[in-house]
């Protein structure tokens, strides 16, 4: 079955720098790739996604990477403020339409 | 639109008794879904529903029950909690597959704890 390694768990930077979070999947035939904010105490929300047929998604600060030959994608916040401090999950397609999810990155943005 | 609504906010349970999670969503979804979240492991499913009257398994489907009679409703049943059991519960709906790109939406959360 298609497992999502997600990597660092924990990311620490100061405002103002980039934060970059990288997934890794096992199902070569997977064709959409979701990234989720979670902040305390709430439930996740879709902040980007990416499908196959495209290497690059940006929306203003946030892109997607996605390099389907090395199986892995990637999520890029540029210009971090402190409201991007939260919990970042990537998830890829599993059997039945439905998603396996990475283990999170917690993401703490330093004023 | 409430969007998936979760009740209760927060549940303490003893062990051994059971309770119903509930869910619901007003965006007329065919797909929703189950998770429990826990620390370090991220989002596992529990089971999930295709439509009213279908259900199916996800990864961690051991100790719980569902039941898809209404498009609206998916709750989620506990026969014998069991301090395992202690999670993050959400409820998440969308209208197509996984691969069709359409927004997953997740409810704020169950907090369960099973003493």
């Known amino acids: 079955g298609e497992n999502v390694e997600q990597h660092p768990s924990t990311l620490s930077v100061q405002e103002g720098d980039s934060a970059v979070i990288k997934c890794t999947y096992s199902d070569s035939a997977s064709n959409y790739f979701p990234w989720y904010k979670q902040e305390l105490g709430k439930g996740p929300q879709l902040i980007i996604d990416i499908r196959s047929n495209v290497g690059e998604k940006k929306d203003q600060r946030i892109a997607v990477t996605l390099n389907k030959t090395a199986k892995h994608f990637s999520l890029h916040i540029t210009e971090t403020q402190p409201e991007d401090s939260a919990v970042y999950f990537c998830a890829a397609p599993r059997a039945g339409n439905q998603f396996y999810f990475g283990t999170g990155t917690s993401l703490t943005v330093i004023p | 639109n409430a969007g998936v609504t979760q009740t209760p906010k927060f549940q303490v349970l003893k062990t051994g008794q059971s309770m119903t999670l509930q869910c619901a969503q007003d965006?007329?979804?065919?797909?929703m879904s189950w998770y429990r979240q826990d620390p370090g492991m991220g989002l596992r499913l529990i089971h999930y529903?295709?439509?009213?009257?279908?259900?199916d398994q996800g990864e961690v489907p051991n100790g719980y029950n569902v039941s898809r009679s209404t498009t609206e409703d998916f709750p989620l049943r506990l026969l014998s909690a069991a301090p395992s059991q202690t999670s993050v519960y959400f409820c998440a709906s969308k209208t197509g597959g996984a691969g069709s790109g359409e927004t997953q939406y997740f409810g704020p959360g169950t907090r369960l704890l099973v003493l």
């Open positions: 965006m007329n979804h065919e797909y």
């Open positions: 529903s295709v439509g009213a009257g279908i259900t």
